[in-house]
């Protein structure tokens, strides 16, 4: 399916939905994928979400957020000159929906025309060298020249340079906390040109800052974004290597550009291409591998709620009492521990059905007894809460 070939934007009362759906308690990206994909609407997951949350263990009623809450997010979001995507839209980035923890919801200030064209992630270390910067602005020079979008996250170092050598040619910075908080703030005039000339994407809601915990999540969206991912400069344990592990998960090109053994700026990096990225120290590295490639790949369908109705029987408005047995319950709390786990490794241990397991972990993370990895990966959240 191509974008155009994507139904009708969804209603009014579905997109405010949904944006409520994501702000509600403990419901994260897969969980609210999971929820729209069982119940067709945001409407009618939202209605089933106490008694959800209740059949997993929830000792208090889960909070959901109120059509005020969300009025007033969009509301803010209007007089920033921004726009809400919501998963499901026409305008949604295609490649982006395609992977299985795409944020429900994007705030997009600028150029989104920008999200159907061919694009590269250029990332690297913060503290980046003069020479390092320097590679990183003619690389994304020359690929925007080629015609190919450049995304970042607006950080210090490589990701500032590579956004300043495309501001001409389009440049999306992608930002850990809300669209309208500049971070770092010796970024906001790039940022501000950015927003003229380029385009900038948040998950969070407008005024949120940015934590430690959130710069990962952004790293998933610069790598869902792009069709590659170029390396410049990078240590072993740094974001830089985070955002190409979320590149290979979804099945994107790496590209890393070398660096002296001596540097560890660039340990990182040269591993990566020990592990077969491909070495890149121009442009023309870039393109001869990706030549060839479709502009889009094929978009996961994505209907409106009168869509889903014609095409699919309505699911139940409650959970079937009989699919969460104690004894499932007590099978899947054994096979369970804080430390990640693959979901398909618990169905194939446990011997019970997708359906029933993915019930009962639903349920579980709703009453905030389990949290989602990377990797379709549950953990309990502290082992004795979880199991009691």
């Known amino acids: 399916m191509t974008q155009r070939d994507i139904p009708a934007a969804l209603s009014d009362r579905e997109r405010l939905d949904r944006l409520r759906l994501i702000r509600s308690e403990n419901v994260g990206p897969v969980t609210w994928r999971r929820l729209i994909d069982r119940y067709r609407s945001a409407t009618r997951a939202l209605a089933v979400l106490p008694e959800l949350a209740a059949a997993g263990g929830s000792k208090q009623a889960i909070r959901l957020t109120s059509d005020a809450e969300a009025a007033a997010e969009l509301a803010a979001l209007a007089r920033l000159g921004g726009r809400l995507l919501v998963w499901g839209d026409r305008d949604y980035p295609a490649r982006l929906a395609a992977i299985d923890d795409a944020p429900p919801t994007l705030s997009v200030i600028g150029d989104g025309a ?202 139940p408005a409650v959970p079937d009492p009989t699919s969460a047995d104690d004894r499932a319950r007590q099978i899947l709390a054994e096979a369970l521990s804080p430390s990640p786990v693959a979901v398909d490794e618990i169905i194939r241990s446990c011997q019970l059905s997708p359906t029933l397991v993915t019930t009962i972990l639903l349920e579980w993370e709703l009453a905030g007894r389990l949290e989602r990895h990377s990797g379709n990966r549950v953990a309990w959240i502290g082992a004795a809460s979880a199991r009691g």
């Open 114 to 315: 920008l999200f159907a064209r061919r694009s590269i992630a250029i990332v690297g270390s913060r503290n980046a060298s003069v020479n390092g910067r320097r590679l990183a602005a003619r690389l994304a020079a020359d690929l925007g020249e080629a015609g190919f979008v450049i995304v970042s996250g607006l950080a210090r170092g490589i990701d500032g340079a590579a956004h300043a050598g495309a501001i001409a040619s389009g440049t999306v910075a992608v930002v850990a906390g809300g669209i309208d908080i500049i971070y770092p703030q010796e970024h906001a005039a790039l940022y501000d040109s950015i927003r003229r000339q380029g385009a900038v994407v948040a998950e969070l809601p407008p005024g949120a800052q940015p934590q430690a915990r959130h710069f990962p999540r952004r790293n998933r969206i610069i790598a869902g974004l792009a069709e590659a991912v170029l390396v410049v400069e990078a240590a072993m344990k740094s974001g830089s290597l985070i955002t190409t592990r979320y590149a290979l998960e979804q099945g994107r090109e790496v590209f890393a550009v070398p660096g002296s053994p001596l540097d560890a700026r660039a340990q990182g990096s040269n591993d990566l291409i020990r592990q077969g990225a491909t070495l890149t120290e121009t442009a023309e590295d870039v393109l001869r591998v990706l030549t060839g490639r479709q502009p889009l790949p094929s978009a996961r369908v994505r209907a409106s709620p009168e869509t889903f109705e014609q095409q699919y029987p309505l699911a």
